[in-house]
C-alpha cells in the first residue's frame, strides 16, 4: 500500500470511530439498518446486499430489534420462503430520535468546514457511494 493510501485509510477509519457509537437507543449497525427501513419493506437478502454484510448478520439483528418491538416479519402474499421487514411505529419514533442524534454528530464534525466545503465534501461523498446529488440540495456558499 503506497504512502497515499495509507493515510486515505487512517482518515477514513477516524471519520468511521468519529461516527461510532450510540444514538439514542441505537448503535450506528441498526440505526443503518432501520434507514434501509424508513421507506419500503425489503427481504433480508435485500438488506444483507444493501448493508454489505451476510444475510445470518442481518436477521441477528432483525430478531433483536424485533425483540424490542422496532421492526416486524412479514410474508408478502403467503409465500414462506420469502421474508420482508418493515418498522413498527415504535420503529420509527426510536429512528426519529437517533437520526437527529446522528444529525447533530455529523453537523459537529463539520464545523469546521466553510459552507463551500461541505457542499464539495457533499459531491465527492455522491461520487465514490455512485449515489446521484439531489436536486436542490446545493448549499450557498458564505
Known sequence: MDHESRIMVTALIALQDALGGQY????????????????QSPSISELADRLNISSPGVT?????????????????AGDQRVVTVSLTGAGREVLGIAEEAFLKRVQTLLEPLSRVETQ???????????????????????
Open 24 to 39: 439514542g437507543a441505537l448503535s450506528r449497525p441498526k440505526l443503518r439498518l432501520l434507514l434501509k427501513l424508513a421507506d
Open 120 to 142: 464539495q465534501l457533499l459531491e465527492l461523498l455522491h461520487k465514490i457511494t455512485g449515489s446521484p446529488v439531489p436536486s436542490g440540495k446545493k448549499m450557498n456558499p458564505s
Open 60 to 76: 441477528q439483528m432483525i430478531d433483536k430489534l424485533q425483540a424490542d418491538g422496532l421492526v416486524e416479519r412479514h410474508n408478502p
